[in-house]
């Protein structure tokens, strides 16, 4: 059975985790580990557990189980002193504390939602995301790095973990065994380079000898990508990664979404553009529709912006299992 990794967080590897499911292949997911914002910041902050947001998203998307079981994960407080809470990022971050491992946790989680594949954080460590900007200002967390809107004007000098992190074996172990390995989507600066922050992580993705595809994002995000074209995003993650053309396929979008969608989504960012002069490897661009009908919904009480526009987890299955 084919073995495919994949490497991110948030929605955009919910919806990669959403399609791939529904193959004959063996999933394991690797989750960034250095969201500090929303209901994820709280818990770490004052339980000190490690944050549990992705993680459960990652759940979710592997879940088997009833309906009701994956509503309940996806429950949201609007009330109360649990307002803007998630019950299951609750869960998670309580069974870390009875477990006293996050791992094993995410074991006990993964059997009660009968998921199919396995949720790896990719670091056990408590980090926080630092980002130097080139004009001298430095970010330190996650979400202070997502909330300022001049990264792309000042631009990034360097990105690290603090302190640094150590890679979570079962994460390594996964990367090594894997027959492809699927990079993204996601915010580029917040799910996706911080994976590559982990010691280890990129080095072990470099010396693979899977098949390692990057999927693009839809949209850029204002303030930090502004204007970055595919093969921006490809060369942003090499460099981080260490090893230039390490992605044998790039997948991206040829889609236009609606003018209706773009015009809600202007504050935010502009669609991501494919331009062949701009590519710097050998890599195999692949072009397809990758975009999902209509706006996805976001519960009023949610404490993070959530991405109106975003891929359909059955197109991009589809053409990440015709790779040959």
């Known amino acids: 059975m084919t073995k495919i990794v994949t490497i991110g967080g948030g929605t955009g590897t919910f919806g990669v985790l959403s399609g791939l499911k529904k193959y004959p292949v063996e999933l ?6 250095s969201d500090d914002g929303g209901s994820s910041g709280i818990l770490r902050d004052e339980f000190g557990v490690l944050p549990p947001g992705d993680l459960r998203q990652s759940l979710i998307a592997l879940s088997d189980a009833p309906a009701v ?3 309940l994960f996806s429950h949201r407080y609007d009330r109360g002193d649990l307002s803007g809470h998630n019950f299951g990022n609750i869960f998670i971050s309580t069974l870390e504390q009875v477990t006293g491992s996050l791992d094993k946790a995410l ?3 993964g ?7 396995r949720v790896i954080p990719v670091t056990l460590s408590k980090v926080r995301l630092i980002t130097y900007l080139k004009n001298g200002k430095v970010l330190e967390g996650e979400h202070v790095l997502s909330d300022y809107q001049l990264v792309s004007k000042f631009g990034i000098k360097k990105m690290l973990l603090q302190p640094k992190a150590i890679a979570n074996p079962h994460a ?3 990367i090594e065994e894997a027959d492809v390995i699927v990079v993204g989507p996601g915010n580029l600066y917040a799910s996706l380079i911080p994976n590559f922050l982990v010691t280890g992580i990129g080095k072990a993705l470099a010396k693979s000898k899977a098949r390692k595809v990057y999927v693009a994002n839809l949209m850029n995000k204002h303030g930090h990508t502004d204007d970055f074209t595919v093969a921006d995003y490809v060369s942003a993650l090499e460099s981080v990664i260490g090893k230039k053309g390490v992605f044998e396929t790039v997948i ?5 979404p609606a003018a209706s969608l773009v015009r809600k ?14 590519v710097q490897t050998d890599a195999q661009y692949v072009g397809a529709d990758l ?3 209509g706006i996805a919904k976001t519960a009023k009480t949610d404490l993070l912006r959530r991405t109106l526009i975003r891929h359909d987890p059955d197109k991009l299955a589809r053409v990440i299992m015709s790779l040959s």
Request: no cysteine.
């Open 291 to 293: 975009l999902a009908d």
């Open 28 to 33: 394991s997911a690797i989750v960034t580990m």
């Open 265 to 278: 989504y202007a504050d935010e960012g502009e669609p991501v553009s494919f331009d062949p002069k701009t």
């Open 107 to 109: 074991d006990v989680a």
């Open 172 to 174: 390594l172990q996964a």
């Open 111 to 117: 059997e009660i939602l009968k998921i199919r594949g």
């Open 69 to 71: 079981m994956r509503k």
């Open 252 to 256: 991206y979008n040829t889609k236009k």
